[in-house]
Structures are given as C-alpha cells and as structure tokens.
C-alpha cells in the first residue's frame, strides 16, 4: 500500500476524546490491559499526509485575521463529487459552510420547522440527531428500519407514510449511509423513498458525512441524484471529517440547488455569525480532496472491508447470541445482544462493563435507539482489531464469563 494504516496511533496526551473518556459509566480498566478505543466515530488511523503538511504551510505565515473561501476550496469539492460520486450540473454557489452537520442540519431545520414541528427520523437512530433536534424544541416521530430474512436493514415505506400522514409531517431526516446500521442505500430504496416525501411535500435533510465510506462493491448514491424533484426537495450535507479523521478541525458544508433553501439557510446562519469557516480546516479539505486524497480513502476503504470481514465472521462464529447485520459502509458495528444477556443471565451493562473491564472500550446502542445493542468502531489497525476480539472471546463472551 502506498499509505500506512498499520502503524499503531499514539493518541494519549493529544486531547483525544477517544482515549481520554471511557463512555460507560462505572467501568473501568483492569491493570494489564491497553485501552482500544472502539467507540465515538472517528478513526485510529494517522490521516492523508498531504493534511498535515498543507496545514502547516499556511500556520507558518503569521497572520490568521479574516479570510474569503478561495477557489481552490470551491474547486475541490466541485471535483470530489464529480470523480467520487458522479454529480454533475454541481456549482460553487450551490455550496455553502456549515459549522459540522449538525450544525447545517440545525440551519435547514430553521427553515423547514418551526420548534415544536414533528421531523420524521428512522430509528436506530444517530444519536447527534435526536439531541440536536430535542435541544431546537423539534418532535421526533420515529419509523423503524426492520431487518429483512436475510437481516439486511430496510426502511418500511408503509410505516412511513402512515406516519406522515398521521402526524403531517413536513420534514424528514434521511442519513445515508446509515448511521448506526451501516446501511447503504441503493437508488431504487432512495428513489421510493424521495417519491413518498414528495407525495406529502416532505422536505429532507440527508445527512452523506458517511458517502466515502463505502465498503466492498457498495457506491454511494447522492440523495439528490435520484430526480429532478429530489434536487429541489433536498438539502444535502457533507464534510471530510469522517473520511479524513478531521472532526477535531470543525468544517462541513451543504449542498442546496434549490435557491429558495439555500438563501433562507444562509440567512439563518449568518444571524449570530457562528458560522465561520476556521481558516486551517479549509487548507485541510483541499488537501483532502485531491488526487492523493483520493488514492487515500481507496486504500482505506479496502483496510475497513477486511476489518470488517474478520470481525462479523468472528463474532457470528464465536459470540453465540450476538447478531449483527453487516455494514455495507461505514467503520462502525451495530451489535444486538439481547439473546446472549438473556442466555448468561446478564445485564447489557454488566456486558459493556465486562469489555471495558479489558480495555475494549465500546459504546453503548441504547441512546441510538437499539434496547440490547452495542456500537462499535473498526477503524483501527487491524492487529489491533484482532487483539480486539480475542479479549472479548476470552474474557468477556466466553460461557465460563463470571
């Protein structure tokens, strides 16, 4: 590979949230065992180093006052959608900065919701959603994704439209990929989906952070790529954080070709000026988005499948109870361990304890809306995958656990 992603990544004393929170509480690490963060979604991967270097070429000239985004920026996501994603007819003033996803996902709310209006979600659901939506004052109405026989994540389209039919929802939520399910959409599941918003006059906010992180033949298809209505309906929103491990940086942005959207989310935004692009992300994205950046998240890609591989063959194989849905995109596991807890008789707190206990620290599903489930990220070199795992099958998964 031109690129390493085996090289174990020294995070501690670097304000990492990763490996300075154990997310469960009262768990802790047994003298013995190394910490393997496995739990908030960024990666143990050192980035693309054109990165680093493109942020410290402009760090060392010593002014940092007020700035334009350049056409090198612009540019860059213009051709990144064009090679990765196939998008054609996008233009710069189609794009626009946004303070993370949520943060545009708060802008496009203004527009489309009063506080107190009902937002359609799917459930399991990322948890950055139901808080921000709680915190604007916004009703959440859930329709959950069932799995299929062959445990493939599907929306049910007839619970959705009962659902904005009962409750005259007018704005919807769609994530895709999927986060926690690691569903990745195919244009059929998409096109269905964007005729039923149209039928109720439904406008989306479709989270695509995850639409690089697609695994084995799965490609990503823009939600606004699907029709000309799904165009205007649509407020899309990206950012090389997840791909590039750049969430430390701040910096996503939107794409809008409906104008009337797009203006109205400008204005709400720029209300209080929060919303300011931070000079070295900028340098960051373009660094991101370029041939090398590229080739990158190929290699990557290709890390994530065989991480993945070897961790559902695993826990199908050894962790008896447990059951998963394997992840189409994404680096994150979405574990149901209902039927184990149930079988040794243990709590799902005593089992998140349990991996924490030998420094697997994994994250709890509940708040995603999985009742058993538990999240799990991959994105770490794959030795440490393994070591991973071995702890969980003899420690933690193992009939004799006590």
């Known amino acids: 590979m031109e690129f390493d992603f085996l090289s174990p990544l020294d995070r501690q004393g670097r304000d990492a949230l990763a490996v300075d929170v154990i997310p469960i509480p009262g768990a802790q690490i047994r003298p013995g065992f190394s910490r393997l963060p496995m739990w908030v979604a960024d990666m143990n991967f050192p980035t693309l180093p054109a990165i680093p270097e493109a942020i410290i070429r402009r760090a060392s000239h010593p002014a940092y006052g007020y700035f334009l985004p350049s056409d ?3 540019n860059a996501i213009l051709r990144w959608h064009q090679t990765r994603n196939g998008v054609s007819g996008l233009e710069r003033r189609h794009i626009g900065y946004e303070n993370g996803v949520l943060g545009g996902l708060l802008s496009a709310l203004q527009v489309l919701c009063a506080p107190g209006g009902k937002v359609l979600l799917h459930s399991p659901t990322y948890i950055g959603f139901t808080k921000s939506l709680e915190r604007y004052g916004c ?4 329709s959950p994704l069932r799995q299929d026989g062959q445990g493939v994540w599907r929306m049910d389209y007839d619970d ?4 904005l039919k009962a409750h005259s929802i007018h704005a919807a939520i769609l994530c895709s990929p999927h986060n926690p399910c690691g569903r990745v959409w ?15 006059d439904v406008y989306v906010i479709s989270d695509e952070i995850w639409s690089d992180l697609t695994l084995g033949s799965h490609r990503h298809i823009p939600t606004q790529s699907v029709s000309p209505d799904a165009r205007q309906r649509t407020v899309a929103l990206y950012a090389p ?3 590039f491990n750049l969430a430390g940086l701040v910096g996503a942005y939107h794409i ?3 104008d009337y959207l797009r203006e109205r989310m400008e204005q709400c935004s720029a209300r209080s000026h929060y919303n300011e692009m931070n000079v070295l992300s900028m340098h960051a994205l373009i660094a991101a988005y370029s041939d090398a950046g590229g080739r990158w998240v190929d290699e990557l890609r290709q890390v994530l499948g065989e991480n993945v591989d070897y961790a559902v063959d695993f826990i199908r194989a050894r962790f008896p109870g447990v059951t998963l849905a ?6 994150m596991l979405f574990l149901d361990c209902e039927e184990w807890c149930r079988q040794n008789s243990k709590s799902l707190d005593e089992l998140l304890r349990a991996g924490v206990s030998v420094g697997v620290i994994w994250q709890d599903g509940r708040p995603f809306h ?10 770490l070199p794959h030795p440490l995958v393994r070591e991973a795992f071995d702890r969980l099958e003899r420690y933690v998964f193992h009939p004799s656990v006590g």
């Open 160 to 163: 959705m439209e009962e659902k």
């Open 72 to 74: 090198d920026y612009y």
């Open 256 to 258: 809008v070709y409906n």
């Open 139 to 142: 009703s959440i109405v859930q």
């Open 370 to 379: 999985g009742p058993w489930s538990i999240r799990m990220n991959l994105a």
């Open 326 to 331: 394997k992840p189409e995109g994404t680096y």
């Open 241 to 243: 954080s997840k791909t």
């Open 186 to 200: 195919t244009g059929e599941e998409l096109e269905r989906a964007m005729d039923l918003f149209r039928k109720y």
